[in-house]
């Protein structure tokens, strides 16, 4: 039983930590497959982490700060499709300079603002979004097996837990069974039969990296908001390359992308457990390995485990609109 608790409260923590990773990935879902690649999700992310915790400390209200990281990521998105799709720029370029450019902004305006070394000040109880606890939680702990797993995993999540897996299937429904799926599916795989269908390139462009900043909100939203309590310098840590990787892991599908945030947020956690503890017939270990352990296996992952990954055929390439 022991080891079934230690199980669960791994699983417990795997969704907490797949959140803002199941968000990225898909914002990056809609912008390649329109054909613009986005490097840009993890400044996005961060910029909106700042805003959220920034609004909901000045509002008291989560869903404000929540607001206000939509907002946020939205201009960046905006200022990164006027970068490459209105003046054709490198995309690649584009998106790391957005990075740099949030990175720094973030801790110059958290200093000049709360003088707390680029930290925003800690969130009441009332400003973050708090655990739901679903019916019958309470009463079905005690069951076996399936109690702790429903009270424990299933139960006590936020409303942005919840929210990011509804938009696992949304994203499908949108992107295999709408007009606006189809096309933008098109147009990064043939931007010039589109063109010629007479369906603006720029503005489908334009609204998939839209989409792509309104998803980059809830997850930096997320992470100031749900997971922490406070906007801390460089919170994303890495997240936005990550889901990348989970992007290109699940070849640029919806489902599979849940399932390569998943499987990368349990190493997450696994490794958090792991830190402190020893290894049989090794002993304890350096807790420097279990941090790095996620990026290895993902590099691992990437290299020889997910076969041929093709991405959109005009993903990367910006379109000069034939006279």
Not at 233 to 252: C, V
């Amino acid at each position: 039983m022991m080891y079934y608790d230690t199980l669960i409260s791994i699983l417990g923590s795997t969704i907490r930590l797949s959140i803002p990773l199941i968000f990225t990935a898909l914002a990056g879902l809609f912008s390649e497959r329109a054909g613009v690649f986005d490097i840009g999700l993890e400044g996005k992310m961060l910029g909106g982490a700042f805003a959220a915790a920034t609004v909901a400390y000045l509002t008291g209200s989560p869903w404000l700060g929540l607001l206000a990281a939509i907002g946020t990521s939205v201009a960046f998105s905006a200022l990164h499709g006027f970068a490459s799709i209105t003046n054709r720029g490198n995309q690649i370029i584009s998106g790391v300079a957005i990075n740099f450019l949030v990175a720094g902004l973030t801790v110059v305006l958290g200093q000049a603002w709360f003088s707390q070394g680029g930290r925003t000040p800690q969130l009441g109880a009332e400003a973050r979004f708090g655990a739901i606890i679903l019916p019958g939680a309470e009463s079905l702990r005690s069951v076996p097996i399936i109690g702790p797993l429903y009270a424990n995993v299933i139960s006590g999540n936020n409303a942005l837990t919840y929210l990011a897996f509804v938009a696992v299937p949304l994203s499908w429904w949108i992107l295999y069974r709408t007009r606006f799926g189809l096309r933008l599916r098109a147009v990064g795989e043939n931007p010039g039969a589109v063109d010629t269908a007479g369906i603006s390139v720029t503005w489908l462009r334009y609204r998939a990296v839209l989409c792509a900043g309104f998803l980059c909100g809830f997850s930096g939203a997320y992470l100031s908001t749900a997971q922490s309590a406070a906007f801390i310098e460089n919170m994303s840590a890495g997240k936005g390359y990550i889901a990348l990787a989970a992007l290109i892991f699940a070849k640029w599908k919806p489902v599979p992308v849940m399932f390569a945030c998943l499987l990368f947020g349990f190493l997450d956690a696994f490794a958090n457990f792991m830190q402190g503890k020893a290894v049989p017939f090794i002993g304890e270990v350096p807790v420097q390995f279990f941090q790095a352990l996620p990026y290895v296996l993902t590099c691992i992952l990437l290299a020889g485990f997910i076969g041929v990954a093709h991405p959109p055929k005009a993903g990367g390439v910006p379109y000069t609109k034939e006279r």
